[in-house]
DNA sequence: GTCTATAATACGATAGAC
DNA sequence: GTCTATCGTATTATAGAC
């Protein structure tokens, strides 16, 4: 991905990713996200009906996105215990928090059901994703017969969005590290 | 406290309350405050130097209410692991999620330290007073020795935090629900 | 496809009357 | 203390030329 061959629609798709990541749907503004792809308004307007239009890709791609690397982090290790510890101690930009979480917080995302539905894909996909390797570790006796495994999966990925949460709080990963050392701890030990 | 008789002074703080919890400080306009309060843009600029003067005091008010909430509900329970669910499983208006945690994905709240310290104060609190909790059932034998309290509060309050945020992505409380149900399961076991 | 011009409204704040 | 008037800028588009 040559960021000199992107198209135009391209370039404004990730740009909205960016700022949407970082600001919010209500604090990002067209003109922000036409400043930083390079283009006019006559280019985005031409390419997308408006400001929801736009964000409905880009909400699509971060999704997309997610779930690809989460993918490729559930692939690592052996064990069920491996596996989901590759995914949750996975490289992240934790102070940045999570592209497709964050906007769970936005009320204009959460009161648009079109803009909402990605969200909420995405995270009932990665929920039965764990929720799928803790049963295989339950199957092969690694964790134990009692363990709910959707219960937990939920519980993991909560872990995962509060201690971004914490995080930006406190304006240091400590708390996040935390917060999956001490999950994994109750995990791992039963 | 009986809306009739607040000051014009305490109705800006608690609209702004209401507001930065549904909008957050990027989506809260002065005029937007002003019309919930009932006042004027001559009263607000009186009581209070601008928009972040007027957030300041909000974003105290809720850490404040939080706080006091979140200790009513350790003095339940006799164990421990009471305690602890009692503050898990006390009454929440889930969907519209942590009126001190939904800050902390804000940009200007965190870019700001002084509208930022609150929040660290908060959740620096609420761990430790989480961690004490744990600590005592640790002591007198109701959990493991080998359990750390630091570690395991800190997962708590981020599977609330982000409860909150796969509610809101789902558009309903049941991930809220399966993951403090997850997060209990696998401390009471233990 | 992309440009510039224009529009109606909102934002965040200040000024000065009362 | 609160009011209305005003300010300069930003927002979210639309219109029409190129």
Redesign the interface.
């Known amino acids: 991905m040559y960021a000199e061959v992107m198209s135009a629609r391209d370039q404004l798709i990730a740009s909205t990713q960016d700022l949407l990541w ?3 749907y ?2 990002t503004s067209p003109k922000a996200i036409q400043q930083r792809a390079g283009a006019g308004q006559g280019s985005m307007y031409h390419h997308f009906a408006g400001k929801a239009d736009l964000a409905l890709a880009a909400i699509r791609q971060n999704a997309a996105d997610l779930r690809a690397s989460a993918e490729a982090a559930f692939a690592q290790g052996t064990t069920a215990v491996e596996r989901v510890s590759a995914y949750l101690l996975r490289e992240r930009d934790v102070l940045r ?1 999570c592209p ?3 906007l ?5 995302i ?1 009161a648009n059901p079109e803009l ?1 539905a990605p ?2 894909e ?3 996909w990665l ?1 039965g994703r764990l929720a799928e390797v803790l049963a295989e570790g339950i199957a092969n006796g690694e964790l ?1 017969a ?3 495994p ?17 995080a ?4 240091t990963v400590e ?2 590290d ?6 994994l ?3 791992e ?2």
Chains 1, 2 share one sequence.
């Not at 769970?104 to 204009?108: F, I, N, V």
């Not at 935390?178 to 999950?183: D, E, L, T």
């Open positions: 970082e600001r919010g209500v604090g928090g497709v979480g964050r769970a917080l936005d009320p204009e959460v909402r969200l909420e995405t995270f009932d929920r134990p009692d363990l709910d959707a219960a937990t999966a939920t519980a993991l990925v909560a872990v995962l969005q509060g201690g971004y949460v914490l930006r709080s406190s304006g708390p996040f935390q917060a999956i050392r001490g999950a701890a109750l995990l030990r039963r």
